[in-house]
C-alpha cells in the first residue's frame, strides 16, 4: 500500500528543504496541478518497508478562495483526502504559524505537526511545551531543524503511525457561543442532504458558508436544501454574529492560538539577533536600494567571471565531438550536422555555465532571506510609482524565467496590479537573454570587470524601464492606487550547498530541456535558412537581414544582427544560435571576433538592449493570452515592448555619440 502525504505550510518555513530530505532527488518530479499552470512537486520515500507519495502543496497563509495557491491546496486536502497532512510550522514565529493549523484542523486533515526552525526559537529564548500542546491539539507534533536534518527520522516514524491508525484528533477548536450556535444551525441543515455530508466536513463546510467563501457556495449550488442555507446564512450573519463573519472568525482563531501559547511558550527576554543586525542595514531607508544594486552587481560579475573557464572547457567538448562528424561524405549531410547542430545549438550549449552559475548566485540570496528583503525594500520606490509591492516578486522570479513570473502574478488580489505586473514583466532579463549579453559583452570587453558591469547593466535597465512602463500603464490604462503591500520576512539562514545546488539544478535544467525543442528546431530552421538556396551566396537569411536592414541601420546593425533578431520569436537563446550561423566561423572566440568586426562597441550595447526589451517569446506570448483571457493585452504588450526597443537602443546610439564614444 502507498500512502499519500501532503506537506503543507506558510512561505519560509523550510518546507522545501523537509520535502528534500524526505525525497532522494531521483524520486522528484515536477509537473502542473491539472488544469492549472502552477507548479505541483511530489516523489516517493519508504520508511520500514513502507511506500510514501509526499505532495508539496503550495506555500499559504491560509486556505481561502481567493489565491490559486490557496484554493489549489484546500481542494487537494478537500477532495484527494490524503493519508497524512505534515503542517510545517515555524517554532519561532509559532502564533502566526499556528492559524493554518486552525484552518486544517476544522478541514478533518489528518495533522502531524513539524516544528520546524526550534533551533532560531531557543536562540529568541522560546521555551515550547511541545508535549503539552501536542495534548491541546490533539495531533502529534515533532520539533525539526530541517537544515541540519534533525527530526526527519522521528517525522518519519510519526508518518507512519499517524497513516496507518488513521489517528483522528481528539480536540474540537470551539468558538463563542454566538458563533457556535450559527455554526450548529448551519450543520442540521446541511446534514439533510447526503451528497454533501458524504463528500466533504459538514463542519467546515458550515464555517466556510458563514464566511461567505464564493467556491464552497458553488458546491452547495444544486442541493436540495441550498435554498434554506441561502436563508439561513443570510440570518445568521444578520443576527448572530452583527457583524462581518470573516473577521470575527479570524480574531476568534487568535483567541484561540493566544489560549493555547499562554500555557505552552514561555518567551525569554528579547534577544538582539542576527536577522536584527543585518536589517539595520538591509532595510534601511537610505542603505536598502543601494545594497540591493551592489549585491545584484555582485551576481552577475561573480556570473561571468567564474563561469569563463567552464565555457571553454564546454566549447572544446563540443568542437571535438563535432569534428567527429566531418567524416560524412555528404556534403549538406555534413554541413547539416557541423555547421547545424553544432554550429548552432552547441555554440547555445556553452551558455549552461553562465545560466546556472547566475542560478546558483540567485539561490544563495533567496535561501538566505534577502531576496523577500529586496522585494520589502523596492516597496517604497514601486509603491510611489503605482506598482503593488507583491509585483517587485515576480520581477525577481523573471530573472530565471517570465512564464512562471508571470504565473505568479495571480497571488496579486487587485485585478489592475496584477495587468500591470504581466505588462511589465517581459522586461525583465530572463535566463534566455543572458548567453546574448554573455556573448556581446565579451566580444568587446573579454571577461573584465566592464563585461560584468555591462551584463548588470541589463538588467538594471529592465528593472527601471519595467517601473517607467507601469508608472505609464497606472496614469493611463489602469487607474488607480496600489493596494497595501503586507509580508512576513523569513529569519536569515545560511544557505546550505546542497539545497542551492537541487534549487540551480531545478531552474537550470529547463534550458536543457528547452535545448532539447525549441533550440533544436530553431537550430535546424536556422541551418536551412543560412545554408539555402544551396551554392548560392543569397541565402534566404541574407536575404530576410537585407529587408530589414535599412530598419536598423540608425542603430548600427548590419544585416547579420537585423536577420538574427527575426528568430528570438522561438527563444531569445535563439539569437546567439543565429549568430553563429550567419558569421559561419566556428567556437566562441570566432563569432566574438567577427562580432566585434562588424558592429561598434556602442551598438553592442544598444543590441543587447534591443534584445532585453523587444517582442516576448512564443511561450510568453502564450502564457499572458492564458493569465489575462484575452488578446488585446498581448498585442499591447509586443506592440509596446517594439517601439520600446526600437526607442531605447536608438537613444543609446545617439547619446553615446555625443559624449564621443564609438
Request: hydrophobic letters at 50%; glycine letters at 8%; a neutral charge.
Amino acid at each position: 500500500m502507498v500512502y499519500t502525504v501532503a506537506l503543507i505550510g506558510n512561505p519560509n518555513v523550510g518546507k522545501s528543504v523537509i520535502f528534500n530530505n524526505l525525497v532522494p532527488g531521483a524520486r522528484q518530479h515536477v509537473g502542473n496541478w491539472p488544469g492549472k499552470t502552477v507548479e505541483k512537486k511530489e516523489g516517493r520515500f519508504h520508511h520500514k518497508g513502507v511506500e510514501f507519495n509526499l505532495v508539496d502543496l503550495p506555500g499559504c497563509y491560509s486556505l481561502t478562495a481567493r489565491a490559486v495557491d490557496e484554493l489549489i491546496a484546500r481542494d487537494f486536502i478537500v477532495e484527494e483526502k490524503p493519508d497524512v497532512v505534515v503542517d510545517i510550522v515555524d517554532a519561532s514565529n509559532i502564533e502566526r504559524n499556528l492559524y493554518l493549523t486552525l484552518l486544517l484542523l476544522e478541514l478533518e486533515a489528518n495533522v502531524v505537526i513539524a516544528l520546524n526552525m526550534y533551533d532560531i526559537a531557543e536562540e529568541k529564548g522560546y521555551r515550547i511545551d511541545v508535549e503539552k500542546l501536542s495534548e491541546q491539539l490533539g495531533v502529534p507534533i515533532v520539533p525539526t531543524v530541517a537544515i541540519r536534518k534533525q527530526g526527519m527520522e522521528e517525522l518519519k516514524d510519526v508518518i507512519l503511525q499517524t497513516a496507518e491508525r488513521k489517528v483522528v484528533r481528539k480536540t474540537k477548536i470551539t468558538y463563542s457561543k454566538e458563533i457556535e450556535a450559527a455554526i450548529n444551525s448551519i450543520t442540521q441543515i446541511i446534514q439533510k442532504d447526503e451528497r454533501l455530508t458524504r463528500k466533504y466536513p459538514v463542519r467546515w463546510l458550515a464555517i466556510r458558508l458563514l464566511e461567505g467563501d464564493e467556491e464552497v457556495l458553488e458546491k452547495i449550488k444544486g442541493s436540495k436544501c441550498e435554498g434554506e442555507l441561502t436563508k439561513a446564512i443570510s440570518t445568521d450573519l444578520r443576527e448572530r454574529l452583527g457583524e462581518d463573519p470573516e473577521i470575527v472568525l479570524a480574531e476568534a482563531r487568535y483567541s484561540i492560538i493566544s489560549n493555547l501559547l499562554r500555557t505552552t511558550l514561555v518567551k525569554g527576554a528579547k534577544k538582539w539577533t542576527m536577522t536584527d543586525m543585518l536589517d539595520k542595514v538591509f532595510l534601511h531607508k537610505a542603505l536598502g536600494i543601494p545594497v540591493f544594486l551592489v549585491l545584484m552587481w555582485a551576481t552577475f560579475q561573480f556570473t561571468f567571471i567564474v563561469s569563463a573557464p567552464f565555457m571553454s572547457i564546454i566549447e572544446a567538448i563540443i568542437a571535438w565531438v563535432g569534428s567527429l562528424f566531418e567524416a560524412i561524405p555528404n556534403e549538406i549531410l555534413r554541413s547539416f550536422f557541423v555547421d547545424g547542430i553544432f554550429g548552432g545549438l552547441g555554440f547555445v550549449m556553452t551558455f549552461i555555465a553562465p545560466i546556472f552559475f547566475l542560478f546558483f548566485a540567485l539561490s544563495i540570496l533567496e535561501d538566505s532571506g534577502y531576496l523577500a528583503r529586496a522585494a520589502f525594500v523596492m516597496d517604497r520606490l514601486m509603491f510611489k510609482l503605482g506598482l503593488h509591492g507583491k509585483s517587485f516578486i515576480p520581477m525577481l522570479l523573471g530573472f530565471g524565467c517570465n512564464l512562471p513570473a508571470i504565473m505568479a502574478t495571480r497571488t496579486i488580489e487587485d485585478e489592475k496590479d496584477r495587468l500591470l505586473t504581466i505588462l511589465i514583466n517581459p522586461l525583465m532579463s530572463c535566463s534566455a537573454r543572458l548567453p546574448v549579453y554573455v556573448l556581446v559583452a565579451g566580444a568587446f570587453w573579454g571577461t573584465t570587470m566592464y563585461a560584468g558591469t555591462a551584463v548588470w547593466g541589463m538588467y538594471i535597465l529592465g528593472i527601471v524601464l519595467a517601473i517607467l512602463m507601469a508608472l505609464f500603464f497606472r496614469r493611463t490604462l489602469l487607474k488607480g492606487k496600489p493596494a497595501p503591500f503586507i509580508m512576513e520576512l523569513p529569519l536569515y539562514r545560511v544557505p546550505t550547498f546542497h539545497g542551492t545546488v537541487i534549487h540551480m539544478w531545478e531552474r537550470g535544467v529547463v534550458f536543457l530541456k528547452k535545448a532539447g525543442t525549441y533550440l533544436l528546431g530553431g537550430a535546424i530552421i536556422l541551418w536551412f535558412l543560412s545554408s539555402f538556396p544551396w551554392g548560392s551566396e543569397q541565402s534566404y537569411v541574407y536575404l530576410l537581414g537585407n529587408l530589414l536592414s535599412p530598419i536598423f541601420k540608425p542603430l548600427g546593425f548590419g544585416w547579420e544582427l537585423s536577420a538574427s533578431l527575426i528568430f528570438a520569436f522561438m527563444a531569445k537563446e535563439i539569437v546567439v544560435e543565429a549568430l553563429g550561423l550567419i558569421y559561419a566561423v566556428e567556437g566562441e572566440t570566432a563569432i566574438k571576433a567577427a562580432l566585434a568586426s562588424s558592429i561598434t562597441p556602442l551598438s553592442g550595447l544598444a543590441f543587447m538592449s534591443f534584445v532585453l526589451i523587444y517582442i516576448p517569446c512564443l511561450a510568453t506570448i502564450g502564457v499572458i493570452k492564458q493569465e489575462t483571457g484575452s488578446w488585446k493585452w498581448v498585442f499591447l504588450t509586443v506592440l509596446y515592448e517594439l517601439i520600446l526597443a526600437y526607442v531605447v537602443a536608438l537613444m543609446i546610439v545617439v547619446v553615446g555619440r555625443m559624449l564621443g564614444f564609438s
